[in-house]
Structures are given as C-alpha cells and as structure tokens.
C-alpha cells in the first residue's frame, strides 16, 4: 500500500511540474497588457511604464517563472496585480464558498443518484426502469444554467423563498449562508445525479449478469442481499470514476452557475483575473486547481483500492 | 364585539407601525454588473471604481453635476487671474477625512503633484500636465499656477482621477479608501459586493442614506430576476436586454434612459488604406443605417450623432445629415476611389453588445456596397494592445466614454492615426479659451470638421438603462460622468 501510494505521489508531483510550466507558458503568449488594462486607453506611456516596473513585469521571464515556483514552494502565491492583496488571500476567500457548494453538490447528487440506479437496474426493462431511465436523459440534456434560471424564477421571483443570488458571507451564520447555497446546488447536483444514476444502473447491470451473482441467487441469497452486499459493492468502480471526475468539474467548473447567482466562487475569480490579465492570480489558481484534481484522482485511487482487494497487490 | 374593536385596533397599530417602519427605510441595494479591480480612482481606469466612490467617498476641488455642470466641492470658491493661468481656491473649513484628519492645503497639494508626479500611475495623467506648480498659501487657500491658461481646467479638477487625498492613507486608499465625501467605506466583500456607510461628521449636508450596498451581479440574466425579487432597488445601468419591456411595464420600478458621454464610433485606421483615402471613409458614411445599429446595438435606445460629441451637451450640433444613408452615392464615391467591387478589410469587435451585435449589422450593411468585412472577436486586453496600442486593425468598434473627449482627435500617435493640422488648430485655441462662448463656438467648428472627414463613422450616443424601486428618488437620469452619485438619494415617505 506504500508503494502503492508513493507511485501514486510521484506521477502526481511530475504532472504539477509539467502543468506549471504550460501554465505560465500560455498565460504568457496570451496577448494583453494588465498595466494598459489597469489604466486603460488614456493613460500616458510613462504611467504604464511604471506600473509595469511596480507589478515586477519589466523583468525577463525565466526570472518571473523562478520566482513564482520558488514563491510556490514557501506556500508564497503572490500578490494580484488587479486587487493588490495576496493571492492566497484571495484564494481562501473565494474556496470558502466554492469548497461547501462543490461538497453539498456532490452530496446531493450521490444521495440521488446511487438509490435512483438500484432502482433502476432492480426493475431492469419494467416501466419503473423505463421512467426514470426517461428523467434522467432528460436531466443530462438540460442545461444547468437554463434549470438555475427555473428555479430562481419560483423559488426566488414568486414563492420568495431564498434569495436570488448573493452570498451573504459565513459570518452573517451557518444557516444564511447554506440557504444561499441551496438553489446553486441544486442546480448543479441534478445534472450530474441523472449521469451518475445512469452509470450506476449499467455498471449494476453488468455485474448482475455475472456468474457470481447467478451462484449468489442460485443458493438462495435473498434479492436484496445481493444487489446491495454483492452487485453494488462491484459496480462501484465506474461510479467511483465518475464521482471523481465530477468532484473536479464541480470545484472548477462552475463559473457558469456561479454567474447565475453571482456567487463569488473560484471560477468567477478566475474569469475575472482573465479577463483583467491578472496573471498571477490565474496561475495560482490553476495550479490549485491541477493539485486538487491530482488529489483527488489519488483518493479516488486509493478507493478502488479498498473496494477491489485485487488492486492492491498489482500496484 | 370589544373582542372584535381590540383586534381591529391591534392590527391598525400593527399596520400603522408597519408603514412607519417602511417609511423609515434608510439602506438602499444598488446593482453594478463590474466589481472594481480596486477603490482607488487615482490609481486606476476602470468606471468600475468611480462608479462606487465618486461623489460618495471621494471628492475633488470640484465636482461635475447632473447635467455635466461644474460645481464647487472642496473649493467653496476660487479666483482666476487676469492672464488665466493662477488659479486661487479657498477650501471649506472644518473638512475631515473619514480616519479623523483635517483636510488642509497641503493635502490638496500632495494629490495634485502625486497625480503629475514622474512616478504616477494616474490613468489620466495628461489632465494635469499644463499645472506648472502647486502651492499651500494657508491651511485652507491653494494656489495652482498653469504653464498656459486652459480652459478646461476647473472641470478637469472634477474628474475622479483628481480627488483629494491624503499623504497618510493614499497607499491604503486600493483597499480601504479614505476620502472627505458624505458616505465612508465599511466593507468590501470581494466578488460579492461594497458597502458604504453614512458619514456622520461630513462637512456638508448630510445624506439620507444610511447604508449602501453595491451589489456586483455581472450576468445580465442574473439581474432581472434579482430587480423582481427585490433583492435589489437600484440599477443605475441596468444590462436589461429583451426584459425592459416587461420592466417598463411592471409599475413596482422606473425605468429612466438616459444619455451617457459614450459615443459610440466606428473607429477607422485614417492611415492604413484604403481607409486613407476620404472617399471610402465618406461612402462608409452613406452606407451606415444608424437606426438598425442601434436596434441590434443597443436595444433601439441611445442618440443617433454625426461626429465625435454629446447631445447633451449644450454646444451640440447635430451633424447626422452630413452623409445621409445613400447606398447609390457610397457606391459612386467607390468607384471614384478606384474600388468598383469594393475590397476586403476585417472588423475587430471587443465584447460589449454595441460593438458584438452592431457590429454585425455594419458588415451586412457594407456588404451592400461591396465591402466585405471579416468579423473578429477580441477580449479587451487583445483590443488594448492590438488595436489601440498596435494600431493593428481596419475598422473597430468602440464606444468612447470619457466626458468632452473630443481633443483625442489631435493626439499625435493616437489608434484613429487622424491627422488635420486646421483641427489640431481648433483644438490648441480651444485649450486656452476660458470664455463659454468662445469655447461652444470652436466646439461647434471642431464637431464639423470630424464628420466632414468621415475620420470614423460615428453611430450613436451609448445609453444610461436606469431601473429602479419607483419610491426611490434622486437617482441620476444621465451619466456626464462615470459615478453613482447617491447623495442626493433617498426613499418616498
């Protein structure tokens, strides 16, 4: 198992190595100029001159690439050109709300998705199957942002339950501040429980159809039993798959949902510092972004590790 | 029937006391669909910051108005010498900066030469080039002596890039901004929004506000349904899209469309050809169809104009005859340029809707004169470096919202490469002309020779989409200047 997670450490270390560098390289090639950009289209040259002296762009760039790793690697992120406060700063601001919803998202969409594809595969080709097989292709081909627009409209606009977007910040309590979570979560766990369910259903229904299961049945293990003790435990790979990849969408890639209810979550912080070239923010950003996925994929790892003995020893 | 009359008299108290507690409101949500990279307006271009601290926070020598007015702000009053070149400001007394300090004369000097400074990282530098020298005479009279007498002066004064700060709190200003103005900055909830409070010791008269919150929603489709739930009073520029008719008719809000110091222009290389030569310029001319523009552009709303000046402004002359819609004429000036079958060239659009939607429908319209035009869509960095830095484009489309900005035609080196040696004339005079009508004149005669040239074609004034609570009131209609000025904001009893 050490080995195991050593090898797993290591690749892990070279791709945040291979992924600074592609980082910073694009970022660099991008054309703009946030010193223009800050003073925009009547500043005089001498102005933008010193802003860029004041903002360390001046120096060449191996010298910035050095200093950034170097500032990486004492947990230092830098400072944003834009805001003028420390990245980290920024970043921790930013993940205290990003980090919640990603975990209510996921909880939500798990706690439907993997009772929804029992179901499912338990009724396999009955009505039962055929309906909810039929909401969840729905839910894949809705999208998310279309469904957050629904459900600001009745429960915001009309029934005035929770408010329309915002985040009130931690410190107004636990209860306003999950409450502003709630819809955005929604939003984004329903898409991803109608995928899921419907991964499970079949990774259930390809195990189902093994000999195990008929030797399981044959010596009269009740239905139940074996769907959830033999079938699901072996069906949990490809959903262990799938929930990692989604836990890394979620953290990421909401920007599309957080503009929706202009949350001020990672993703609206980092199409912010795009669109402003402030560089260093979406460095930093997508580096933890890159080590996030890179966890989680170990973590995921590590699971079909525990939940398929076999794993263990061919690592 | 007592049971009956107590309730009755309950629920009339309940109700009465409701009202009052209603009448009472004193906080006031106002949606903003950009956060401000920082607060400091000395230090930065975005409208996004001036939009929250000017007039509010912060204030200048002077201020500009509702109707694009010079008024006193710190200077309770001034002389100008005979030769137009010392001006003396008397300030008010008993200023005090939001930490506790005493405004003095030798704040005002401090923001002055720090805007001009060698090392400043003012955006609009050039507005104080022509100060030769700043002097503290007492704590409360400044002496500003101009190499030259300019008569822009005392409005360039009131520009956000010009307001007073002081030596102690001017580098914290980006974060927590220390100013003179009637609101004090609270909080600043990045991503989410900035809340300003009342001043309680402002100098002058007091707000009725007690709390403001900017409230950053930068998805159009996010805003509507945040103005419906009332999650949201105010917004001062409101991105309402095909949703303002059914705002319009809702009674619970106003909606206010105003004008804005955005003319909106379709920039031309006037050195690259075949754009140098004035008859494409002038066929382009006669080939743009304002109306639809501005229907694709700008939902139908904003001013048409003919050269590069505000509507609103008093010295307005309206030039959108000069070159009619005539798409025979556009073709005959072609030909007589030596382009029968037209010519290519490409159009570089950043992503505001004006430039995105018009801009379509100004390649469909010069497609009719042979003009084929091929769309690229660029971010604001890629058009600042690209287009404005590099001068690397043919035509792009750009909405120039800086007030009075018309002096940007004689800039050497500037992106439009124009170069007329009788407007850079009109301009130089007009630099040093202080009298009003002497000045509107030579606006007049400045305004003529742009759209003679066709230097751009010149579509439309960009429109303020004010939407608000219909109880509130003293929102500004027009924006002469970037700002939400909430002074004078306060809710119907």
């Given amino acids: 198992m050490i080995a195991f997670l050593a090898k797993r450490l290591s690749v892990g270390l070279v791709t945040l190595i291979v992924a600074s560098v592609v980082v ?86 798990t706690a439907i998705a993997i009772p929804v594809g029992l179901f499912a595969a338990a009724r396999r080709g009955k009505a039962a199957d055929t309906v909810t097989m039929g909401a969840a292709q729905i839910g894949v081909a809705v999208p998310n942002f279309w469904f957050a627009l629904i459900l600001i409209y009745v429960f915001a ?52 159809g093994e000999d195990y299961i008929r030797t399981a049945r044959a010596k009269g293990m009740p239905r139940r039993h074996v769907l959830w003790r033999h079938a699901l435990r072996n069906a949990m790979i490809p959903v262990l798959t799938i929930l990692g990849l989604q836990f890394a969408f979620l953290l990421a890639g909401t ?53 398929d003995p076999r794993l263990r020893s061919n690592a | 029937m007592t049971a009956w009359k107590s309730i009755l008299a309950a629920t009339a108290l309940a109700l009465a006391s409701s009202t009052a507690a209603f009448a009472a409101r004193t906080d006031v949500v106002v949606g903003v669909v950009l956060e401000p990279p920082h607060l400091d307006p000395t230090a930065g271009a975005a409208a996004a910051i001036d939009e929250v601290v000017y007039a509010n926070v912060f204030e200048g020598l002077t201020s500009i108005g509702p109707a694009g007015e010079v008024e006193p702000a710190l200077a309770a009053s001034w002389e100008i010498s005979d030769d137009g ?12 900066f939001h930490d506790g300090s005493d405004l003095t004369a030798e704040d005002v000097k401090f923001s002055l030469d720090r805007a001009r400074a060698e090392d400043s990282t003012n955006a609009q530098k050039g507005l104080f080039a022509q100060i030769d020298s700043v002097e503290a005479v007492d704590p409360t009279t400044v002496k500003v002596t101009l190499k030259q007498p300019q008569g822009s002066f005392l409005y360039n004064l009131g520009w956000g890039d010009a307001v007073i700060v002081a030596p102690e709190s001017a580098e914290g200003n980006k974060e927590k901004p220390i100013g003179t103005g009637p609101f004090k900055f609270d909080n600043w909830a990045k991503g989410s929004s900035i809340t300003i409070v009342k001043n309680p010791d402002y100098w002058g008269e007091a707000v ?77 001319a006669h080939a743009l169809d304002r109306d639809a523009i501005m229907a694709a552009g700008s939902s139908g709303l904003g001013t048409p104009i003919g050269s590069h000046f505000s509507p609103a402004n008093e010295a307005y002359v309206d030039l959108t005859g000069t070159y009619p819609l005539d798409l025979d004429k556009a073709k005959a000036l ?48 890629q058009w600042l470096e690209q287009a404005f830095k590099g001068k690397d484009y043919d035509l792009t ?37 202080s009298d009003q009508a002497k ?37 500004w209609e027009n924006a002469p200047i970037q700002a939400t000025d909430l002074t004078g904001v306060k809710w119907a009893d």
């Fill in chain 1, 255 to 307: 920007i599309i949902i957080e503009n929706v209810f202009y949350l001020p979550g990672l993703g609206r912080l980092v199409f912010q510092a795009i669109t402003q070239r402030d560089l260093i923010v979406v460095e930093g950003v997508v580096m933890l972004l890159v080590a996030s996925v890179i966890l989680v994929n170990i973590v995921v790892d590590i699971c079909y590790a525990l939940v």
């Fill in chain 2, 208 to 284: 009725a506000l007690d709390k403001a919150e900017f409230r950053i929603i930068p998805d159009a489709a996010a805003a509507v349904p945040a103005l419906l739930s009332g999650d949201v009073h105010a917004f001062p520029n409101m991105p309402a899209g095909d949703a303002l008719p059914q705002i319009q008719s809702d009674s619970r809000f106003e909606v206010v469309i105003g004008a804005t110091e955005g003319e909106t222009v379709l920039a031309t290389n006037n050195k690259k050809a075949p754009f140098d030569n004035l008859k494409v310029r002038q066929a382009i």
């Fill in chain 2, 334 to 381: 072609l030909k007589e340029a030596g382009y029968p079958d037209g010519f290519k060239a490409t159009l570089k659009l950043p992503p505001p809707a004006y430039a995105r939607d018009g801009g379509q429908v100004i390649a469909s319209q010069l497609r009719e004169i042979g003009i084929e035009l091929e769309i690229i869509p660029v971010e604001w960095a």
């Fill in chain 2, 397 to 433: 489309i750009v909405s120039h919202t800086e007030p009075n900005d018309i002096g940007i035609y004689a800039r050497k080196d500037y992106y439009f490469n124009y170069d007329n040696p009788d407007f850079d004339k009109v301009i130089a005079e007009l630099d040093v002309a």
């Fill in chain 1, 157 to 208: 606009v009309w029934l005035r339950l929770v408010p329309s977007g915002g985040f009130p910040g931690w410190e107004a309590g636990v209860w306003p501040g999950i409450k502003a979570l709630l819809m955005p979560a929604v939003a984004l766990a329903l898409p991803q429980a109608a995928i899921l369910s419907r991964v499970t259903r079949s990774a259930l229904l390809e195990v189902l």
């Fill in chain 2, 85 to 96: 070149k010392v001006y003396t400001f008397k300030l008010h007394e008993g200023v005090k």
């Fill in chain 2, 439 to 475: 000045r509107n004149e030579l606006f007049k005669q400045a305004q003529e020779i742009l759209a003679k040239d066709a230097v751009n074609g010149f579509l439309f004034q960009l429109p303020k989409v004010g939407v608000w609570d219909a109880k509130l009131e003293g929102m």
């Fill in chain 1, 24 to 109: 910073f390289a694009v970022l660099e090639v991008l054309p703009g100029d946030p010193a223009q950009l800050m003073l925009g289209m009547n500043a005089t040259d001498e102005a933008v001159a010193t802003l860029r002296e004041q903002m360390g762009l001046d120096q060449p760039l191996l010298v910035r690439y050095a200093s950034w790793i170097g500032g990486l690697l004492t947990g230092d992120f830098g400072r944003s050109f834009t805001y003028s406060s420390p990245v980290l700063d920024l970043i921790a601001e930013r993940a205290v709300v990003s980090l919640p919803l990603a975990l209510i998202a996921l909880a939500m969409s």
